[in-house]
């Protein structure tokens, strides 16, 4: 389902139209542009790179690969020490899964399960597309590789209940995007420790979406104060270059035999110094305080217009709208404001660059109001 909308050029926080429309956007590319547009510590990051090796095989040791996972398992919650570099989110949840079944408890022959959220998106391959709600509509496959139960995301008891011995992994979104921004309690998330760490299963917190400073910290789940034995993460990783990265402890990792994990793109030069200049980026002091800051800004001053509850955290943020999201994103494109929607038909979703700054968080407020003058939803 494409948007009637062709864009041609972006700058900064802003996307030009096709017909000459300039929109603040507040999509991000679907939370991949990271950085925005035309960054110029990126370009030249990128240009750079260009000039000197765009590809070279992973068989090879290469300087740009060395410093992004170097880069990137400092970002990353203490503890997670090993990085195997992908290309998307689904390869990396993909790649965690396998690693989950191999490496959980003792008898892996018998961890024939996985448990994962109600309202949870994990990608559109074989087995990350199992443990996504709803996949029966798209997913084609005969069966899927594996059992998968599912459990309520605000039920910390249920999910307890459902981890056993039976248990290869526990996958979650601390923030679950596509479902609208609904950001998991630090009661489930500790629940979903405690539960695999009894029964020898790996929790696997999947950040594609809510990571890499999204939601004003490095990663989501770090707000819970727990550690997950595996994190994957994408989408803004690069900037905007394809990217996708699993990240383990040293423990796990060490432990997996050569070839147990591949990849042809992944770990690419080009990648990597998309990688290593986002995690330089998202460091420097006061950027992701500024993204938690606007992130409270928008909550605490947005519910305008037709919004009437605002969830999520940082930049992740769904609108609750008080009539369909698909009334309301084109108003807002007519009022300059790029959005997305979610499964969940009521909520506008936001997930801008984490440039974003005052000015553009506050035209947002006003074209939220004015549409509470344009719309049913005027008082």
């Avoid at 990051?45 to 070279?56: C, E, M, P, V, Y």
């Avoid at 690419?268 to 110094?273: K, R, T």
Wanted: with cysteine; proline share 6%; hydrophobic share 40%.
């Amino acid at each position: 389902h494409r948007l009637d909308l062709e864009i041609v050029e972006g700058s900064g926080n802003r996307v030009l139209t096709r017909d000459g429309h300039e929109l603040i956007d507040f999509y991000g590319g679907h939370a991949v542009a990271a950085l925005g547009y035309g960054h110029p510590q990126l370009v030249s990051a990128l240009a750079d790179q260009a000039k000197r090796l765009i590809f070279q095989t992973n068989l090879v040791e290469l300087e740009a690969r060395h410093q992004a996972c170097e880069a990137l398992a400092n970002f990353a919650p203490p503890g997670l020490d090993r990085v195997f570099l992908v290309n998307s989110g689904a390869e990396a949840n993909e790649n965690a899964l396998r690693l989950a079944f191999r490496m959980s408890g003792r008898n892996t022959a018998d961890r024939t399960k996985v448990v994962a959220l109600k309202g949870g998106f994990h990608g559109r391959t074989a087995a990350a597309g199992a443990c996504t709600h709803g996949h029966e509509s798209w997913y084609a496959f005969p069966r899927t590789p594996f059992d998968v139960q599912w459990v309520p995301p605000d039920d910390p008891d249920a999910l307890k209940a459902a981890v056993d011995d039976a248990t290869a992994a526990l996958i979650l979104e601390p923030v679950q995007g596509l479902a609208g921004a609904y950001p998991l309690s630090c009661e489930v998330l500790q629940a979903a420790r405690s539960a695999t760490e009894h029964h020898g299963a790996l929790l696997i917190a999947d950040e594609v979406q809510c990571g890499m400073g999204r939601t004003g910290t490095a990663f989501a789940i770090e707000d819970a104060g727990v550690t997950p034995d595996i994190l994957t993460t994408a989408k803004g990783l690069a900037g905007g270059f394809p990217a996708g990265a699993v990240l383990a402890s040293a423990e796990l990792a060490d432990a997996l035999p050569k070839g147990a994990l591949g990849t042809t793109f992944g770990g690419g030069p080009m990648a990597c110094a998309g990688i290593l200049t986002v995690v330089q980026c998202l460091s420097a002091p006061g950027v992701l305080d500024q993204v938690a800051e606007l992130g409270r800004r928008i909550r605490d001053r947005c519910c305008v217009g037709p919004v009437r509850e605002i969830q999520g955290r940082g930049f992740l943020l769904g609108l609750r709208c008080g009539r369909p999201a698909r009334e309301v994103l084109p108003e807002l494109r007519r009022q300059g404001i790029l959005a997305g929607g979610a499964t969940d038909p009521d909520i506008v979703r936001l997930m801008p660059p984490l440039t974003l700054g005052t000015s553009e968080v506050e035209a947002l407020e006003r074209a939220l109001t004015e549409l509470s003058s344009n719309s049913k939803d005027s008082p």
